[in-house]
């Protein structure tokens, strides 16, 4: 199993970045797809997550206007797009999978959510600069 997140970057405020997850090793239309985030001494927490079947997407309320979530089945990939982006964003960023039947966890927004996920990738460093 593999997740593969790429895209992070050092950006100024209010400029762009496009996070990618690769996935592999896994039926990726079982699960719903996560990015969560930790910033230095800061709890792990999740960011977005887009359903394995119609796409619906969650996102956490500081992101919500500014990010958006989607998903390519056929390329088994997930895209995060993030815009406006703040200093707050600064952090690491990780693509998860969690199993279509713990999906629940991943669209809670609650910080025990991290606890559930099946898959972890690597993270990508995301630094924004005012």
């Known amino acids: 199993v593999q997740l593969q997140a790429s895209g992070g970057g050092l950006v100024q405020a209010g400029g762009s970045l496009r996070l990618s997850c690769a996935a592999s090793?896994?039926?990726?239309?079982?699960?719903?797809i996560g990015w969560f985030r930790q910033a230095p001494g800061k709890e792990r927490e999740v960011v977005s997550c887009?359903?394995?079947?119609?796409?619906?997407?969650y996102y956490t309320d500081s992101v919500k206007g500014r990010f958006t979530i989607s998903r390519d089945n056929a390329e088994n990939t997930v895209h995060l797009q993030m815009n406006a982006l703040k200093p707050e964003d600064t952090a690491t960023y990780y693509c998860?999978?969690?199993?279509?039947?713990?999906?629940?966890?991943?669209?809670?927004?609650?910080?025990?959510?991290?606890?559930?996920?099946?898959?972890w990738g690597k993270g990508t460093q995301v630094t924004v600069f005012s």
């Open positions: 998860t999978a969690v199993r279509k039947t713990a999906s629940y966890w991943c669209y809670s927004g609650l910080s025990s959510s991290v606890n559930y996920m099946d898959y």
């Open positions: 090793g896994f039926t990726f239309d079982d699960y719903a």
């Open positions: 887009i359903s394995f079947g119609d796409s619906s997407a």
